[in-house]
């Protein structure tokens, strides 16, 4: 028996978006409002302690994960996109993927000098991408605070990626 209402709604579409790939699909998760309001509580409980000045959210899912945390934290949300996105001057760190490299950007004036910032995303796999975000915050002179994901492929070992940060994920899959 799932210890969350939202492990039990979380789908495995095999194969997708490439063969060998199990995605994790979460929108019956953002479809059951009792799931959603379960895990941004949880995620909520957990920002309180870290006591960030900001939330950045990964595109696409992090950021309907991130914004309501940060609505209820009352303070603001920072987009991080994928290249060529965002519309103003901005920001780009790449990272590394099994085959090629990926990019994610975030506006130069998103985060103030000092900032503590709390990294949402809806799923921690190998970590680079979150990493790649954390460098953008750092660059900005902001200190991340915590990261935090709805799912952890413990397999995947996300967490070595970000040793330097504290990371909290409520499903964890081995
Ligand atoms: P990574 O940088 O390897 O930690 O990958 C994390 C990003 O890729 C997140 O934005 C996830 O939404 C997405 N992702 C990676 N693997 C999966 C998966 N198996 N199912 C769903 N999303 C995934």
């Known amino acids: ?12 579409v095999p194969d997708f978006p490439k063969p060998g790939i199990i995605f994790k699909d979460i929108t019956p998760v953002l479809a059951n409002p009792a799931a959603m309001h379960e895990i941004i509580d949880k995620i909520c409980q957990y920002a309180e302690r870290v006591e ?7 595109e696409s899912r992090g950021f309907v994960i991130g914004m309501p945390v940060a609505l209820y934290l009352n303070v603001g949300f920072v ?3 994928k290249l060529g996105k965002l519309p103003y001057h901005k920001i780009s760190e790449e990272y590394a993927l099994e085959y090629g490299t990926n990019t994610v950007e975030m506006h130069v004036d998103a985060i103030k000098s000092g900032q503590r910032v709390l990294i949402v995303d809806d799923l921690l796999a190998t970590g680079g991408t979150a990493a790649a975000a954390g460098r953008l915050v750092e660059r900005l002179d902001g200190t991340v605070a915590g990261c ?4 952890e492929l413990g397999f995947l070992h996300g967490r070595k990626a970000l040793l330097n940060y ?9």
């Not at 960030?52 to 990964?58: A, K, L, M, R």
């Not at 935090?148 to 799912?151: I, N, T």
């Not at 504290?166 to 081995?174: K, S």
């Open 1 to 12: 028996m799932p210890e969350l209402l939202a492990e039990s709604l979380i789908r495995d």
């Open 52 to 58: 960030p000045d900001v939330v950045v959210g990964i």
């Open 79 to 81: 987009p991080v996109r």
């Open 148 to 151: 935090a994901f709805l799912v």
């Open 166 to 174: 504290d990371v909290h994920t409520l499903v964890h899959f081995d």
